[in-house]
């Protein structure tokens, strides 16, 4: 069956810390990789994709097709990275499952 | 583009009624999707159309729920009679097709509240 996981609900560390969110997924072929985000009162949004290979708001994923994992990184969180943080793969058909989702408080 | 535009932003109703909730796609985009978010249960994916042709309401929880398209910018979800269980925030989502990393746009959501 098709499945993402993010195993943690709540994720709080300290400003400055690095921060890594997990991610795995189980799917059969090779679906897309995406991050999307909500802060506070905003609409879900397009953080980052795998294809892109691209650092945005200094947040990076790699994909590991070993491990089936696309974890979300940041060397320093930053206080205003607080949010929720979804890992979305896209499977054929543009059919995207979302994660549980995962809060993230940075604590000044 | 204004983005994905949902009505209302809240609705309160009573057990029982009828809830029609509203969604204006991104103009172009030829997907459309319905996700309901809770906190026991994350974001799920309800339905999603293609060129207003719905091609998996798998996720739609009972009969209760039903999702219209009937033109490319215009979708609605209506719960017929609700419950409060029903209770979430609806988002409507758009995407543009041709690639499989083209990215869902949101909509701000409907938050309903069902006493």
């Known amino acids: 069956a098709q499945r993402v996981t993010q195993p943690e609900k709540l994720l709080s560390v300290f400003k400055g810390a690095p921060v890594e969110l997990k991610c795995n997924y189980s799917y059969s072929g090779s679906p897309e990789l995406f991050w999307y985000v909500q802060y506070s009162r905003q609409r879900l949004q397009l953080l980052l994709r795998?294809?892109s290979r691209e650092s945005i708001k200094g947040f990076t994923a790699d994909l590991n097709k070993g491990e089936t994992s696309f974890h979300l990184k940041k060397p320093f969180a930053q206080e205003e990275d607080s949010a929720m943080y979804y890992c979305a793969p896209n499977t054929g058909g543009f059919k995207t499952i979302f994660g549980a989702g995962t809060r993230l408080f940075v604590k000044a | 583009d204004a983005g994905v535009i949902q009505s209302p932003r809240h609705e309160v109703t009573e057990m029982g009624q009828e809830v029609t909730l509203r969604c204006k796609p991104i103009?172009?985009?030829?997907?459309l999707f319905w996700y309901r978010q809770t906190m026991m249960r994350g974001l799920e994916l309800l339905i999603y159309?293609?060129?207003?042709?719905?091609?998996?309401d798998s996720g739609m929880p009972e009969d209760r729920f039903s999702a219209k398209m009937p033109n490319a910018s215009f979708s609605t979800l209506k719960i017929q009679p609700s419950e409060p269980r029903d209770s979430a925030v609806y988002f409507c989502a758009s995407s543009l097709a041709g690639a499989r990393n083209s990215p869902l746009h949101f909509g701000n959501g409907t938050r309903l509240t069902v006493t």
């Open positions: 103009s172009g985009h030829d997907y």
């Open positions: 795998h294809i």
């Open positions: 159309f293609n060129n207003n042709v719905p091609i998996d």
